[in-house]
Each structure stands twice: as structure tokens, then as C-alpha cells.
């Protein structure tokens, strides 16, 4: 059974202190305290957030924070809605979980550790960077306001990361239970790449349930997931033109730098996704060769028809994610992506350019 690692609890922790709101951990008790709590918590980051950029003369960078400050808006608003999203994943895979005879599932989380880790760390010097030029105001003359506008300007960029994060670890789960089952029933069907004498119906029965079951768990989450993914591609579009724009007329390198910075953060939590759903969509494959042998070397009737309904219902029923019937997550989707930014930026430079 998958157990909740003390990594993932912490940010899960963290998130609370950010002012989203998960019911990963269910304690019905404590849901209204909880929401209380962070509600106060939201109004005063958003009120102080809102001051800090009154005060801010640069325009891009005040557009830049003014547009992180909107996506975080909408991120805890939706966290209160819907709770979190690994939640009904989760719950999906462990009552799969218990049905299914498994190969050891290893839940590593390495992929998506490793991105969150470079994105911290991204973060964090953006943020070192921003407490420089306020340490150089407190040398001058200290104002209490300063300190807290930077606690707040961290709670709102460290809490979508974690927020990103907990999405991404989602699309990574479900393909290390794609592998595992591909792999199981690998394991159970063929032997020394030669089909084994004791193949039964319910083998490639487990196999169709576990499919199931697994494209069910990436559809459970509803609404709320479909929402967040639409706006990360549409922020990725968005911060691009504004990084484009900024990296070609704004004289101040360092400002240049921070855009190029958040337009990559967006970018890389985009594309993310795609590449973990590939991968699936990789291992589903697979499963079409195992099963279209299957088919090939068996001589049994029973066996030869559940093959063909196993091959047939992966056909019927890809695994595939489409966004609102306008964005289908997949390996192509970076290059249509790219495509159209290139036709755009090259229009705004020249906007730009023309009435600048």
C-alpha cells in the first residue's frame, strides 16, 4: 500500500502556511478552523501584496508580480474548492491498489523531486536576490513594511511552487502505476520472451481493469485540475511575450533576468506534465505489443477473444488528458506551443518596436 512520505507531509505543511487548503489529511473537525484560518491568512498576503506594488514604480515588474499575485488567487481559491488535487488520485490508487496483485510498486517521486528541487532553488535566488536591494533600504532607513512585503512576496511564489509541485507528482504517480502494471503483467504472461503454457483469461481480465482504473484516477480529479492546467499553459504563453518584450527594451539587466526567470518556471511546469504523460502513453503502448502477441502466438479461442477485446478497448479508450476540448497533453503539444510563440513574439517585437 502507498504510504505518505515525511517529505511529501512537509509540503503539504508548508502549503497550509502559504494559505492553501488540502483535505489530504481528513479530519472533518478541523476543516472549518482550518479554512477560517487560511481565509485570514489570504485576505492579509493579497491586502499587503496589493501595497507593496502601489509603491512600485517599475511598470513590467509591478505587471510581472501583479500577474503571479493573480495566479495564486486563483490557485488557493480552487484549493478551497476542491481541496487537493493529489487527494483523489490518491484515493483512486489505493483502493486500486488493493484489488490489483501487483509488482512492488516504488513510489521514488524522483522525477518530480528533482525538478521541484531546480525550481526551489530558482526560486530562492530570485528571492536572495529581492532581500539584497531590501537590506540596502534597511542600511538607509528600516521600515517594518519592506520586511513584511517580502514575507508575503515569498509566501505567494514558494506556495504555487508547492502547489505546481503536488500537481506534478500526480501525472508522475500515475505513470509509475502504468509501468507497474505493464510490467506485471509482462512478468505474468511471458517467460524468456516465450508465451507461458498457463495463461489464463483473468490475467489480460487485470490487465483491462487496471487500465481502467488508472485512466480513471487521472480523470478523477476533476474540474479544479483541468482549470490549473489550462492556466499554466496560458501563463507560460503569456509570460514569454512579457520576458520577450522585457529581455529587448528594459536597460536594468538584473529586471531582465528575474521575467527570464518566471517565464522559465512557467514554461518548465507546462511542459512538465507532457513529458510524464508520454511516457505513459509510452508504457500503454507497450501493452498493445504484449497483447498483440498474445494474440499472434495463442491458440486458445477463450484467450485469442480477450486479447482482441483488451486491444480494441485501447483503441476505444486512449490514454490521453484533454483540457476543456482544446488542449490535449501530450509530447506534440510543446512544439504546437512553440510554433505559436515564435509567430507571436515575432508580432509584438515588431509592435513594439514600431510603436515604442
Known sequence: MIKTSKFLKTIFI????????????????????????????????????LS??????????????????????????????GGNVLHYCHRKL???????????????????????????????YIAWGYYGSIKERFALDYNWKDLVGFILWCLVKFGLLFNDFIRSLTFEWIWIYM???????????????????????????????GYIGTLESLNSMGLTFKILIFWNVSFAFIFTLIATV??????????????????????????????????????VDKMKLLLTEIYTLSSDDKILTKAEDALLLL??????????????????????????????????????HAFG
Open 179 to 209: 509501468r507497474t502494471l505493464r510490467k506485471t503483467f509482462q512478468d505474468t504472461t511471458f517467460k524468456r520472451k516465450k508465451l507461458v503454457s498457463n495463461l489464463q483469461t483473468d490475467d489480460i481480465e487485470r490487465v483491462i481493469f
Open 52 to 81: 507593496m506594488q502601489r509603491q512600485n514604480n517599475v511598470v513590467l515588474f509591478s505587471i510581472i508580480a501583479l500577474f503571479n499575485l493573480f495566479d495564486y488567487t486563483l490557485a488557493v481559491i480552487l484549493s478551497f474548492v
Open 94 to 124: 489505493l483502493k486500486l491498489d488493493g484489488q490489483m496483485r501487483w509488482r512492488k510498486i516504488n513510489l521514488s517521486m524522483s522525477l518530480t523531486i528533482s525538478m521541484f528541487l531546480i525550481l526551489f532553488f530558482e526560486k530562492s
Open 246 to 283: 522585457a529581455i529587448i527594451y528594459t536597460p536594468v539587466r538584473e529586471l531582465s533576468l528575474f521575467m527570464t526567470a518566471e517565464a522559465l518556471y512557467h514554461i518548465i511546469i507546462f511542459l512538465y506534465p507532457c513529458v510524464l504523460i508520454e511516457l505513459t502513453r509510452s508504457e
Open 315 to 352: 483503441e476505444v479508450r486512449p490514454f490521453q488528458l484533454v483540457v476543456f476540448r482544446l488542449i490535449s497533453m501530450n509530447i506534440h503539444l510543446p512544439l504546437h506551443f512553440l510554433a505559436v510563440m515564435t509567430s507571436y513574439v515575432i508580432v509584438t517585437v515588431q509592435f513594439t
Open 14 to 49: 508548508l502549503q497550509y502556511l502559504c494559505g492553501f487548503y488540502t483535505d489530504f489529511f481528513k479530519r472533518r473537525k478541523w476543516n472549518i478552523l482550518f479554512r477560517i484560518l487560511l481565509s485570514i491568512s489570504i485576505v492579509n498576503i493579497l491586502y499587503g501584496t
